[in-house]
């Protein structure tokens, strides 16, 4: 099976047009169309802020090591 990848903008929400692309007139293609992500830049600080508001958690300042790898090890075995 072939695949073909492309990226454009959306410029009509109610269309959108695919040219050029590989495929011989009649062939039946699936389409799946997903929304790009946004910067991946963004994610990251996105991601570093939530963990540094979640570290700031009183209780979890109370955490020993031991206690986080015993959780850890727990979720791993199925307890």
Do not use: C
Request: no cysteine; net charge neutral.
């Amino acid at each position: 099976m072939k695949a073909y990848r492309t990226v454009l903008t959306v410029n009509d929400p109610k269309q959108v047009v695919l040219t050029d692309v590989p495929f011989e007139p009649g062939q039946r293609v699936e389409i799946l169309v997903l929304p790009q992500n946004k910067s991946g830049a963004a994610a990251a600080q996105r991601w570093k802020s939530l963990a540094g508001e979640t570290q700031a958690f009183p209780q979890l300042q109370k955490l020993s090591e031991e206690e986080i790898s015993a959780e850890v090890n727990a979720y791993r075995s199925g307890q």
